[in-house]
């Protein structure tokens, strides 16, 4: 039975208990924060988390009321064995570790970064020819690793997802790997952290990571903690003995990584390093009518107007989409005959370029969120399930995630400690929303915009 299916098991033992009305709300609390784990050869092992549940749980009224409910629900007549919830993982079977490190691995890919709908242009033409090569060869790779590197917002992110994308549908028989290297660590130390005899051990990730054909990790630069440093390098040197293609995104050159050791940098140094830069009026243009392909009848923009953009918006890629976005945005609400140069020089008057020293923090973020759905911290960080509140945190997940690229541990510290399976959940229910929910998608683009703003 999974450990799902105890879950199912335990609420109604709970539910009932409640509904019998034979103990004080209080001692209804502690005894609600508790877990059935597995049920085995009669015996009910429920783990508790504080010593003051083990005290009620071990009380001969407490324990005779549970047992008689459990073995209700049962079919048959359990005994209770308590654990502390630390110890629960020591007696996982194998195959629920094993799912769990499957968990912890599994990567996806957001559709909408494809090779066919990067807009290429003289600053990025290196790096789209690279990844989307490496990508056709068989065997051994010429470049090996490809390293990305450039500021933030120009793409870097986009081509990782397009080899991935692309693999998936051209070549869905290769293993494909991809972590934002804040993730990578979370799982390397969730790895470290691992008593069960069984799995989801160090050695146990390891073995599951260098059988990938390919390899792809999103801003290397945060890879700064030193025991993930030594798994890493462990896991480099055997993809490569092995021919895996590696493609690494940094925001500097290799050389200017100092918080890595320089072994693992010249390591980088031997395969292409490329840089990515600032997209030139040109592409800046072709972004933005890439952006409105499609739609062209429905959102009328003057030549003039794409002109201004690619010209004052062009630092970086989300900058120019965010202006474009913060126009139709106000022309669906003022309806305007066409977006001309006075109309977008007026929604845009108090806009002004990101300064690259006005660095965004996930602080920020969360006080835009909270901002703009009047709410305190303490409202997205509590337990509530109201709409209102569940948007809230999806949209902070999703420009976490988006703006910053932050690691779903560190994001879900900023959410009430909330664990790495919470986040991501809430990360792929914020992308659902914006392809679907029109209010939602609108509400992410209103934050982002206060974010952008002095």
């Not at 194998?94 to 990567?107: F, H």
């Amino acid at each position: 039975m999974s450990l799902s299916s105890y879950e199912v098991i335990w609420k109604q033992v709970l539910d009932q208990v409640e509904q019998s009305n034979f103990f004080t709300e209080d001692t209804l609390r502690w005894i609600k924060n508790t877990t059935l784990f597995k049920i085995e050869n009669s015996i009910a092992y429920i783990s508790y988390r504080s010593m003051v549940t083990k005290t009620i749980l071990n009380k001969e009224e407490t324990k005779n009321m549970i047992t008689s409910v459990l073995s209700e629900v049962w079919g048959s007549n359990v005994t209770i064995q308590l654990i502390q919830y630390k110890d629960m993982e020591k007696l996982m079977p194998e195959e629920e570790i094993q799912q769990r490190t499957n968990q912890l691995l599994k990567c996806t890919f957001n559709e909408e970064y494809t090779f066919e709908n990067f807009v290429e242009g003289k600053s990025n033409q290196e790096a789209y020819a690279a990844c989307l090569a490496c990508c056709n060869q068989r065997g051994t790779h010429m470049f090996n690793p490809i390293m990305i590197y450039g500021n933030s917002g120009l793409g870097k992110t986009h081509l990782l997802h397009a080899i991935g994308n692309y693999l998936k549908e051209e070549r869905p028989e290769c293993n494909v790997f991809y972590a934002y290297s804040g993730d990578l660590v979370s799982i390397l130390i969730d790895a470290m952290k691992s008593k069960n005899v069984h799995g989801n051990t160090v050695d146990k990730v390891k073995s599951l990571l260098v059988q990938n054909d390919y390899f792809l990790i999103d801003d290397i630069q945060n890879l700064t903690r030193e025991s993930s440093q030594e798994i890493f390098f462990t896991v480099y040197n055997e993809l490569i003995s092995r021919g895996a293609q590696i493609v690494i995104t940094s925001d500097m050159h290799p050389n200017e990584l100092n918080g890595l050791p320089t072994r693992l940098v010249s390591r980088f140094n031997a395969g292409l390093s490329i840089n990515i830069g600032k997209p030139e009026f040109e592409t800046s243009k072709a972004i933005l009518k890439k952006k409105i392909e499609g739609n062209e009848e429905a959102c009328q923009i003057e030549e003039e107007v794409l002109d201004y953009l690619a010209q004052k918006f062009s630092n970086d890629v989300r900058n120019l989409e965010g202006s474009l976005n913060r126009l139709i945005f106000n022309a669906t609400l003022e309806n305007p005959d066409v977006i001309d140069i006075n109309f977008a020089q007026r929604i845009l008057m108090n806009e002004v370029i990101v300064n690259e020293n006005d660095e965004l923090t996930i602080k920020k973020i969360k006080k835009a969120v909270t901002r703009f759905y009047g709410l305190t911290y303490k409202d997205i960080e509590g337990k509530s399930r109201q709409k209102k509140l569940m948007n809230a945190r999806h949209v902070f997940v999703y420009l976490s995630r988006e703006l910053l690229h932050k690691a779903y541990i560190s994001i879900g510290q900023e959410l009430g400690n909330r664990d790495h399976t919470t986040i991501s959940s809430s990360y792929e229910r914020a992308c659902q929303l914006i392809k679907n929910d029109v209010n939602f998608k609108m509400a992410v683009e209103k934050v982002q915009e206060m974010l952008e703003k002095k």
